[in-house]
Protein backbone atom coordinates (compact mmCIF):
# COMPACT_ATOMS: atom_id res chain seq x y z
CA UNK A 1 0.00 0.00 0.00
CA UNK A 2 0.97 3.43 -0.97
CA UNK A 3 2.06 5.69 1.72
CA UNK A 4 0.82 9.28 0.94
CA UNK A 5 0.86 12.51 3.37
CA UNK A 6 -2.13 13.69 4.68
CA UNK A 7 -2.95 17.65 3.50
CA UNK A 8 -3.78 20.26 5.90
CA UNK A 9 -5.27 23.11 5.13
CA UNK A 10 -5.77 25.64 8.40
CA UNK A 11 -8.30 28.98 7.74
CA UNK A 12 -9.46 28.26 4.45
CA UNK A 13 -5.65 28.17 2.94
CA UNK A 14 -4.11 30.70 5.94
CA UNK A 15 -2.35 27.65 6.24
CA UNK A 16 -0.79 24.84 4.65
CA UNK A 17 1.32 21.74 5.62
CA UNK A 18 1.20 17.98 5.11
CA UNK A 19 2.06 15.11 7.26
CA UNK A 20 3.12 11.71 6.53
CA UNK A 21 0.41 8.75 8.62
CA UNK A 22 3.19 7.86 10.65
CA UNK A 23 4.03 11.21 11.54
CA UNK A 24 1.07 11.49 12.88
CA UNK A 25 0.57 8.68 14.83
CA UNK A 26 3.43 9.28 16.40
CA UNK A 27 2.42 13.20 17.79
CA UNK A 28 2.90 13.50 21.55
CA UNK A 29 -0.82 14.30 22.48
CA UNK A 30 -2.11 13.24 25.76
CA UNK A 31 -5.96 13.73 26.55
CA UNK A 32 -6.53 16.30 29.80
CA UNK A 33 -10.40 15.78 30.22
CA UNK A 34 -12.95 16.09 27.52
CA UNK A 35 -12.12 16.92 24.62
CA UNK A 36 -8.67 18.88 25.84
CA UNK A 37 -5.49 17.60 24.75
CA UNK A 38 -2.03 18.71 25.62
CA UNK A 39 0.20 18.90 22.90
CA UNK A 40 3.80 18.38 22.79
CA UNK A 41 5.79 19.41 19.24
CA UNK A 42 9.03 20.56 18.89
CA UNK A 43 9.76 21.44 22.47
CA UNK A 44 6.24 23.79 22.50
CA UNK A 45 4.00 22.60 24.31
CA UNK A 46 0.23 23.33 23.30
CA UNK A 47 -3.15 23.22 24.82
CA UNK A 48 -5.68 22.27 22.42
CA UNK A 49 -9.41 21.51 22.73
CA UNK A 50 -11.80 20.61 20.31
CA UNK A 51 -14.80 22.28 19.84
CA UNK A 52 -16.53 21.08 16.93
CA UNK A 53 -16.25 18.06 14.24
CA UNK A 54 -17.58 17.12 10.90
CA UNK A 55 -16.29 14.02 9.85
CA UNK A 56 -18.15 14.22 6.71
CA UNK A 57 -16.73 16.86 5.36
CA UNK A 58 -12.78 16.35 7.30
CA UNK A 59 -13.15 19.43 9.06
CA UNK A 60 -12.57 20.41 12.63
CA UNK A 61 -12.78 23.54 14.90
CA UNK A 62 -10.01 23.50 17.50
CA UNK A 63 -8.72 25.83 20.00
CA UNK A 64 -4.67 26.02 20.44
CA UNK A 65 -3.79 28.65 23.15
CA UNK A 66 -6.72 30.41 22.85
CA UNK A 67 -7.12 30.90 19.30
CA UNK A 68 -9.97 29.27 17.50
CA UNK A 69 -8.56 27.24 14.02
CA UNK A 70 -10.55 25.70 11.53
CA UNK A 71 -8.77 22.87 9.66
CA UNK A 72 -9.55 20.58 6.80
CA UNK A 73 -7.99 17.24 6.26
CA UNK A 74 -7.75 15.47 2.87
CA UNK A 75 -5.96 12.13 2.35
CA UNK A 76 -4.75 10.65 -1.13
CA UNK A 77 -7.89 9.24 -2.09
CA UNK A 78 -10.25 12.06 -1.80
CA UNK A 79 -7.49 14.13 -3.77
CA UNK A 80 -7.73 11.59 -6.07
CA UNK A 81 -11.39 11.69 -6.40
CA UNK A 82 -11.48 15.50 -7.21
CA UNK A 83 -8.29 15.29 -9.68
CA UNK A 84 -10.69 12.58 -11.77
CA UNK A 85 -13.03 15.53 -11.23
CA UNK A 86 -15.51 13.44 -9.55
CA UNK A 87 -17.52 14.65 -6.19
CA UNK A 88 -17.76 11.83 -3.77
CA UNK A 89 -21.22 11.75 -1.98
CA UNK A 90 -22.57 14.86 -4.52
CA UNK A 91 -25.79 14.14 -6.10
CA UNK A 92 -25.86 11.03 -4.29
CA UNK A 93 -29.30 9.82 -3.11
CA UNK A 94 -29.40 8.29 0.46
CA UNK A 95 -30.69 5.82 2.20
CA UNK A 96 -30.40 6.17 5.79
CA UNK A 97 -27.85 7.83 8.39
CA UNK A 98 -26.36 6.20 11.08
CA UNK A 99 -24.91 7.45 14.60
CA UNK A 100 -20.82 7.92 13.84
CA UNK A 101 -20.55 7.60 17.39
CA UNK A 102 -22.19 6.68 20.95
CA UNK A 103 -23.63 9.98 22.39
CA UNK A 104 -27.12 11.92 23.08
CA UNK A 105 -29.48 13.22 20.85
CA UNK A 106 -29.05 17.36 21.65
CA UNK A 107 -31.80 17.98 18.56
CA UNK A 108 -33.03 16.41 15.56
CA UNK A 109 -33.53 19.00 12.82
CA UNK A 110 -35.42 17.04 9.92
CA UNK A 111 -39.19 15.20 9.95
CA UNK A 112 -40.32 12.78 7.17
CA UNK A 113 -41.65 14.32 4.40
CA UNK A 114 -38.44 16.76 4.47
CA UNK A 115 -36.81 16.76 1.19
CA UNK A 116 -32.82 17.63 1.93
CA UNK A 117 -29.99 18.39 -0.27
CA UNK A 118 -26.24 17.14 0.36
CA UNK A 119 -24.68 19.24 3.74
CA UNK A 120 -27.82 20.03 5.31
CA UNK A 121 -27.99 19.47 9.30
CA UNK A 122 -29.84 16.53 9.98
CA UNK A 123 -29.08 15.77 13.96
CA UNK A 124 -26.85 17.05 16.68
CA UNK A 125 -24.88 14.70 18.37
CA UNK A 126 -23.53 15.05 21.59
CA UNK A 127 -20.36 13.31 22.44
CA UNK A 128 -17.61 13.28 24.66
CA UNK A 129 -19.12 16.93 25.93
CA UNK A 130 -18.73 17.97 22.05
CA UNK A 131 -21.80 18.56 19.80
CA UNK A 132 -21.52 16.96 16.43
CA UNK A 133 -23.56 18.20 14.07
CA UNK A 134 -24.24 15.01 11.24
CA UNK A 135 -25.48 16.88 7.92
CA UNK A 136 -26.60 15.06 4.73
CA UNK A 137 -24.15 12.92 2.63
CA UNK A 138 -26.34 13.58 -0.51
CA UNK A 139 -30.04 14.41 -1.24
CA UNK A 140 -33.38 12.43 -0.17
CA UNK A 141 -36.62 12.42 1.40
CA UNK A 142 -36.82 11.98 4.98
CA UNK A 143 -39.19 8.57 5.44
CA UNK A 144 -38.32 8.21 9.09
CA UNK A 145 -36.79 9.73 11.98
CA UNK A 146 -35.26 7.02 14.11
CA UNK A 147 -34.06 9.19 17.54
CA UNK A 148 -35.73 11.15 19.93
CA UNK A 149 -34.05 14.55 21.44
CA UNK A 150 -32.52 13.50 25.21
CA UNK A 151 -32.28 10.19 24.10
CA UNK A 152 -28.45 8.31 23.99
CA UNK A 153 -28.00 6.23 20.97
CA UNK A 154 -24.98 3.67 20.00
CA UNK A 155 -22.62 3.93 17.07
CA UNK A 156 -24.08 2.61 14.28
CA UNK A 157 -27.46 3.19 15.01
CA UNK A 158 -29.88 4.38 12.24
CA UNK A 159 -30.87 7.74 13.04
CA UNK A 160 -32.82 8.85 9.75
CA UNK A 161 -34.35 6.44 6.77
CA UNK A 162 -35.15 7.83 3.26
CA UNK A 163 -37.14 7.42 0.81
Known amino acids: MKKEPFKV ?30 LLQNN ?13 NRTYTLRIDGIKYVVDIS ?10 GL ?13 PMPGLVISVLVEPGQTVQKGDPLIILEAMK ?11 IVKKVNAEKGHPVDKGHTLLEFE
Do not use: C
Open 44 to 56: QAYHVEVLATDYI
Open 9 to 38: SVNSGQYEFEIMPDQAQGLDLIPNGESVFH
Open 75 to 84: DYYERLVQQL
Open 130 to 140: MENVIKAAGEG
Open 87 to 99: HAGGGLKINSVKA
